[in-house]
Each structure stands twice: as C-alpha cells, then as structure tokens.
C-alpha cells in the first residue's frame, strides 16, 4: 500500500513537479526596510518561496518556526500543488528550539551518550511541535585545528568518541519526531588552515580512519538525512561526488535516507569549475546523489526538466523525498496543534533536562588547593567580572535562533541565587567586536554592545577594585558567541581584546580568583594555567547556564566532562591531536619546536573532579586471542575522594607492529561512572575485530593485524595503568 500511494503520486506529476518536490526554499524576512536604491529586499526569499509553493514548485521550505505561520504556507503548499503534496519544513535545531542546550561540542564533553541523546529528544519534540520535521544537525565533523569556527558543533577530534556523540544524537533527534541530518558529508572539518568553506585534502588512510566513522555510526543509527559538505574534497566538490553519495553513503554504509546540499551548494559547483552552468550543476549533483537542493533563490533544479539525462536519477530522489514525507505522517496529517505546541514549549521538565546537561559537560581543568568547590560559608563576598558574566545572549552561544531570552540564567544571575552572600558585578573590559560582522548578525540580538557611556578605564579599575575588597574573585571570560560558528574561523587562540589583560589585574591583587571560561575552542591559558589556582571551561551553557554553573561552583554537582579535543599550548602547534603516529625520534616528541614546547597544555580526555579516583587491578581475559575473538578489559576504579564525583574510564590500545603505521594511541572505549566516597566500581570493555581493525591505503580495504597490543585505562589519553595481549592465528 505503501509503494503504491507513492507510485501513484509519482505517476500523476509533471516534470516540472518533480523538480519542484527536489527544491528547499530558505524562508525568513531580512530585518530592516526595504531599500531599492540598495537593492536591498527585505521580502526577496519569502515571496519567491511563496510564489514556488503555489505553483506546486517546492518540496521543502526552512527556517519557519511559527506554528501559525507554518499551517499557513502548508496550505499555500497543498492547495498549489496539483497532487496536493505538502512541504518538509526543516531548521538549524543544533542545540535546542525553545530550550538551549550546551553547544554540542560542550555536550560531547559530558562523554555522556545518555544525556546527549537525552537532550536532542527534547530538541526534536519542541520542534516537531511547531511544525519543523527535520534538522540539519548533528554535525559530526572531526576536526583538528580550533582555528575552524565549526568546531563548536561538533565532537571534537576523535573518531570513536565522535561516533559514539553521533549516534545518540540521531537516536535523540529521531526519538523527538524529527528527521535528524547529519553533516558535512565528508571531510569538511579538514578545510586548509581552519578556514571555513576552504578545500580539504585527506588521503584515504584518514578519510577512512578518521574522519567518516561518524558519519557511518549516524546511518547505523538510522539517520533519514544526510547534509553534503560546501568544500572540494580531495579535487571533487562534495557535492558533486557520486563516489561518496553513492558509491560510499549508499552502496557501501546501505544508506535509504535522502541526501539534501548545503545552502546553494549545487549552484557552487559551477563556481567551483566543476559544473559549466546551472543545468550542467543541477545534472552532475542529482545524479551524483543530491536528492534535494537547498537554495536561496533561483535554484538549479528548476533545469533538470530540460536534462533528459537526469531523469531516471530524478525519478529515484522525487521517490526517497514522498517516502520521507510518508513516514512522518504528512501526506495523513500535514497540520499543526498551535495549542500542543504551545504546552510543549513551555514544559519544565526540559529546562531540568538542560541544567544536568549544563553541569554534566563542564570541565574542571585545574583545581590547585582545593579552591573549588566554593564554601557558600566561608565567603562574605563575591566579585563576579568579565563581559561573558552577565551576557544573556553569550551564555546561549550561537547556532539558536528561536530562544526565549528573558528566561536565559546568566552565570550572574545563578551565583546570585545560589549564596547569601554579597555578590558585586564589574564588566571590567569592552566588549570586543569581530572586525567583520557574522553573518548571523542579521537575526536579533547576536550582536554584543557595551553599555550606553561606558568608560573602560574607569570599568577596568572598578573591577579590580571589585576583586581587591572581595573574598573571592570569579572571573568569566572568552568569546562572545558570534566570533565562533559558521564563517567565524580565527588565526589566533588568543582571549580576545583586554581579557588577559583584567585576568592579570584581578590575580595581582591576591583575591582567591576562579577563572570560568565560555568558549566552544581551546583558547591560549599559558598565562592562567600558571597563576590561575582554579580554572573551569563552562562553554556556552545554555538557558540553564547560570544555574548550573552555580551548582557546580558551590557543590551541588562536581564536574565531570572531559576534554573532547588536545587543547595546545599556542595557535603555533595546530593542528595537534594525540592520536599521531610514533614517527622519527619519539623521545623528542615533546621538542618538535625550539621556541615551544610541543606538548599540549590538556591532554585529550582530561578533566578533573571534587573526588579523587584510584585506578587498580587492570585485567585482560585472555593474553592471546585469535583475530576474529573478543578480549574483556576490566579495571577497579575507586573514589578515594570525600564527595560523590562523577568519572569518565578511559580506554586506550595501541597496536606495536603491522601493515601499517599505526596511532600511539587511540580510544576504543569509555564510561562515565558515579562513585560515592570510597566506592569501588569494576568497569569492564570488549575489545573486538571492530574496535582492532583500520583501513589501509595500500590494501584499499579494512584489515586486521596479528599483533601485540598496548593497552591504558584511566582518566585521559595520559592515562598510566597499562597492560597488553596479543593477537596471532590460534
């Protein structure tokens, strides 16, 4: 019945509606007035999407989140369609709708599948409550330069950790209601120093190593969407490449989902030099595998009626796009319940859900003496300084634009509500501006402004005045949000503008100083790391940022995350990851540069906690086993602590000869564990074929190596306790 209502509705469309169902529109009014003498139009993408729709010319629209608004144009939809079909209307859903998350790179640092899927089943449910039936999210990019603006939205460096992260998060988005997307189909974390939308060059050893193993766990997890990348990979556009959106996505990974660009991506392999025009674009991407175009306007599908030689590959995608709208329920129910959403939106649940998720991705990076966690008692009074520390919009990070900020809790705010003591705030420093504006400048609200008369020498001396009279200083420094994200890629690490400047100050005056730091990439902490006693990463936290991070400096939940990424001493040694291989002269690893050290400031996987944790009796179940067996890793962990902590079991192998040349280490399994004081928890691993295996250029397929295995197990990729086994025909 199935296959045969799509049939029907194929049979009965033109060409030309067939395109049409190939096609999203962008759908927003740009702020401002329109101004012809500029030849600026406000209206431009709304009346071009409404015109598409009533001619039965668009298959989806996005960026529309107003349940009325949404009813409205599936109307337009269904009553200008001559099939009656109606629209997908997808959106950015990175890190929440209504309810705003950590950014995602903050959630893989919970090393929490639970809680990461946890929270985009709430993403998905506010969304498919106003209407939106798919995301384009998760991005499962790895990447290994911080100087790359999306390194905020995804996982980090590591491809195991990275999978992990991706799967939950398409289970979460899916449990939701919503389509879930995964992208940039592939290797667009890779671009040329950092810099957003530049070529990525990786040879297969990596592609297949390292940067697709997310991307596969997210189509075994079932994702029905997957996003390409903009960039040219390895000479091919990725849009364009049939090779990786078929040979690849589909005939190799079983893909069944439908494939949509990126914005305007078909039309940019014509400025790639990829494509001759339009029509030679709109042939070369659906038939590489491009179901769908995403475009702002005039989009190069509209050719593919004229294409005879992209018509069976028109028939195939027009098919998977009715399939996806079947199984949402569409072509049954298209509305929306305006007054459902309404009570979905407002549920509180979903802010308690954002507070744990807040106070579970923190990571505590240095904690001398103790400083932390902060006695309510035992201080009178409170300086809280820096920009980020009162900064609604900052404490949501970037890639929201549906929040609600009134409700937003600074960390400010949380601390107030947290202690009786004397709280005292100080901006201390400007606001310091990106030299080019973002292009999300655009929505509300994105761009930071200092007060109206503010005097930043009088600023910067109030506060480390503030700092001088107060028991302890808490200093919240970092990025606003708009200097990171997409098309915000950086050539320095640095704090931006005065902020070293007012950290140095405020230590100078021998206040007990704790410096909290909202970021979504490692920044330079050569200073801090030597003069800070406390220092804690709080990323951007979301709606329930300030709560959570006042529970986390007082007590009431201890730190736990882990570092999702090598944070580097200076911008001079990226990219950096610790999964390198053991190369020349491994005794020097650590002296690559004259003037620097090479090692990392943080290694991969650390973070501390208010406990204190024992690694003891590591195991391994058999000393030898045959290539295809499985092996059990086994480990007493202890907090020897006086206060219930979380911590994440880190498992390493590396493997000493073979085929190929292989990392000095790499993680192959984790658990995040709670541990009252004194408590013992054995934690055990499987390691199999699968987590043994890697590509090999050479051999162009997967292999597995008889071998000996190193094995570590602790708290990060430093970890210390070690064992091994060995792998041979038996």
């Known amino acids: 019945m199935t296959d045969e209502r799509i049939e029907t509705l194929l049979a009965g469309m033109s060409p030309e509606e067939k395109a049409g169902q190939l096609t999203q529109y962008f759908y927003f009014k740009l702020p401002g007035e329109a101004d012809p003498a500029l030849g600026f139009d406000a209206d431009e993408q709304p009346r071009a999407a409404e015109a598409a729709l009533g001619r039965g010319g668009a298959g989806a629209l996005l960026f529309v989140t107003d349940p009325a608004e949404v009813n409205r144009l599936q109307r337009l939809a269904i009553d200008g369609n001559p099939q009656g079909i109606p629209v997908l209307f997808g959106f950015d859903v990175i890190h929440g709708l209504r309810t705003i998350f950590p950014v995602p790179i903050a959630m893989a640092a919970s090393w929490d599948p639970e809680t990461i899927e946890r929270g985009q089943t709430i993403a998905g449910r506010e969304a498919r409550a106003v209407g939106i039936h798919w995301t384009f999210a998760p991005m499962v990019d790895i990447t290994r330069d911080p100087r790359w603006g999306r390194i905020i939205e995804g996982a980090g460096e590591d491809p195991f950790l990275g999978a992990a992260v991706a799967a939950a998060q398409v289970r979460g988005f899916q449990g939701g209601g919503i389509i879930a997307g995964p992208k940039h189909f592939a290797g667009y974390g890779a671009s040329l120093g950092g810099r957003d939308y530049d070529e990525a060059n990786i040879s297969e050893y990596e592609l297949w190593n390292t940067y697709l193993p997310p991307f596969q766990a997210a189509v075994e997890a079932g994702a029905g969407n997957i996003m390409t990348a903009y960039m040219d990979l390895n000479g091919i556009p990725a849009s364009g490449s049939h090779w990786l959106l078929t040979k690849v996505l589909r005939d190799t990974w079983g893909f069944t989902g439908f494939v949509v660009s990126d914005a305007n991506a078909v039309k940019n392999l014509q400025t790639h030099g990829f494509a001759a025009d339009p029509a030679d674009a709109a042939a070369r991407a659906v038939t590489a595998g491009v179901d769908l175009e995403m475009a702002f306007s005039e989009p190069a599908y509209d050719h593919l009626p004229a294409v005879p030689a992209a018509r069976d590959a028109v028939e195939v995608s027009v098919r998977r796009i009715l399939e996806a709208k079947l199984r949402l329920g569409l072509l049954d129910e298209p509305f929306v319940d305006e007054d459902r959403a309404r009570e979905v939106l407002a549920d509180p649940e979903h802010r308690a859900v954002a507070r744990e998720a807040a106070r579970r991705s923190a990571v505590l990076l240095k904690n001398d003496g103790d400083l932390l966690p902060l006695d309510p008692g035992a201080f009178g009074s409170i300086a809280v300084l820096g920009p980020l520390a009162d900064s609604r919009r900052d404490t949501l990070g970037p890639w929201v634009f549906d929040f609600d900020l009134a409700e937003t809790v600074t960390v400010l705010e949380g601390i107030r509500r947290a202690t009786g003591a004397e709280v005292a705030y100080a901006q201390g420093v400007p606001v310091t501006q990106r030299e080019f504006p973002s292009m999300f400048d655009q929505f509300g609200g994105n761009r930071p402004e200092d007060p109206e008369g503010f005097d930043a020498d009088a600023e910067f001396a109030r506060a480390v005045a503030l700092a001088e009279s107060s028991d302890v200083a808490i200093v919240v420094l970092g990025e606003h949000q708009n200097m990171i994200g997409e098309a915000a890629s950086r050539s320095s690490l640095d704090l931006p503008g005065r902020q070293l400047e007012l950290l140095r100050a405020v230590a100078a005056t021998g206040t007990p100083t704790v ?123 202890t907090n020897t602590g006086a206060r219930p902590a979380p911590e994440v079991v880190q498992l390493y192998l590396h493997q000493r000869h073979g085929r190929a040349s292989r990392p000095v280490r790499e993680l192959k399994g984790f658990s995040r564990v709670e541990l009252a004081p004194g408590e013992t928890r054995r934690v055990a691993f499987t390691i199999g074929p699968q987590q043994r295996r890697y590509w090999h250029a050479a051999v162009r397929d997967w292999v597995l190596d008889t071998t000996t295995f190193d094995v570590w197990v602790g708290g990060s990729s430093a970890a210390e306790l070690a064992t091994t086994f060995e792998v041979r025909d038996v």
């Open 515 to 637: 410096l909290l730091l909202m970021n979504g990439r490692p920044l330079d902490l050569r200073w801090p790391a030597e003069h800070v006693p406390a220092i804690m990463d709080i990323w951007y936290p979301g709606s329930q940022g300030g709560n959570a991070v006042a529970d986390l400096l007082f007590g009431a939940a201890s730190p736990g995350g882990k570092l999702p990424f090598t944070w580097p001493r200076t911008v001079g040694q990226v990219p950096i990851h610790y999964g390198h291989t053991r190369s020349h002269e491994p005794q020097n690893q650590g002296r690559r540069y004259w003037d620097e050290a090479s090692t990392p400031l943080f290694p991969f996987g650390h973070g501390l906690s208010y406990g204190r944790f024992a690694y003891e009796n590591l195991f391994v179940s058999a000393d030898t086993v045959a290539p295809d067996a499985e092996v059990t890793v086994s480990v007493d962990v």
